[in-house]
């Protein structure tokens, strides 16, 4: 597929696509006759594995930390399993905090029938 069509598929600019190339994230694609970039299921499958793990907030030194333990063709089995165990514990958390965010708006949803003025103070401990 074309860079267009790989923009399209994962919601990823061109532009983001071709830097995560030149920083080693994608692997270099194979070229068309006439120089165009040909991108396949593994640009597609790994390009789509960033894409989630930074909506999620991991930052791209910890992506590209996993991405290379995959890329191994020997995997440390230990090495992995700190790694993805660390990134599970940092999800557990984040989901927790969202959790009482989501319940402090709830509260102030239900506080709140839309009609008047509500104190500031009732969003917060």
């Not at 790994?46 to 930390?65: K, N, Q, Y």
């Amino acid at each position: 597929m074309t860079i267009g069509e790989l923009a399209r598929r994962t919601g990823v600019k061109p532009t983001t696509i071709r830097w995560y190339e030149g920083a080693g994230i994608l692997p270099p694609p194979d070229r068309s006759g006439g120089g165009h970039r040909l991108y396949g299921p593994t640009h597609l499958a790994r390009l789509e594995f960033v894409r989630r793990a930074r909506e999620l907030g991991i930052p791209l030194d910890e992506v590209r930390a996993l991405l290379a333990l995959a890329d191994r063709s020997i995997r440390n089995r230990a090495e992995v399993h700190a790694v993805a165990s660390a990134r599970l514990a940092d999800v557990e958390r984040r989901l927790h905090r969202l959790a009482e965010f989501r319940d402090e708006l709830q509260r102030a949803v239900e506080t709140c029938a839309g009609h008047g003025s509500q104190r500031a103070a009732s969003l917060g401990p």
